[in-house]
């Protein structure tokens, strides 16, 4: 079994700080790229921001300078610091993880179930 589980959502005012955090937990043999993936009101699906298991970050244009994602792969844990927030920023944010199970030895993306994310103005 492998579960992903998204924590650190909430209500913020414009301006303000959030902290998203991602734990990966189960049959795993390894987590390769993980990323943040948000969707807004009456909007698709986007990402946010990727990082790779080396440490290499991807972020969005409209993110970037103020968002921040990391990893501790001895944990199996990857956060999202988000600040001076805009309420365009409102929406679930989802995380994902790309896992091989020890049981198929196969790379799959694992989403955790999302967290939400209100900016008020």
């Known amino acids: 079994q492998v579960q992903v589980v998204e924590s650190g959502g909430g209500l913020v005012q414009a301006g303000g700080s959030l902290r998203l955090s991602c734990v990966a937990s189960?049959?795993?043999?390894?987590?390769?790229?993980m990323g943040w993936y948000r969707q807004g009101p009456g909007k698709q699906r986007e990402l946010v921001a990727t990082?790779?298991?080396?440490?290499?970050?991807n972020y969005a244009m409209y993110v970037k300078g103020r968002f921040t994602i990391s990893r501790d792969d001895a944990k199996n844990t990857m956060t999202l610091q988000m600040n001076s927030l805009k309420s365009e920023d409102s929406g679930v944010y989802y995380c994902?993880?790309?896992?091989?199970?020890?049981?198929?030895?196969?790379?799959?993306?694992?989403w955790g179930q999302g967290a939400q994310v209100t900016v008020s103005s």
């Open positions: 189960g049959d795993i043999l390894r987590i390769s790229d």
């Open positions: 990082i790779s298991r080396g440490g290499i970050t």
């Open positions: 994902k993880a790309e896992i091989v199970r020890r049981l198929t030895g196969l790379m799959v993306a694992y």
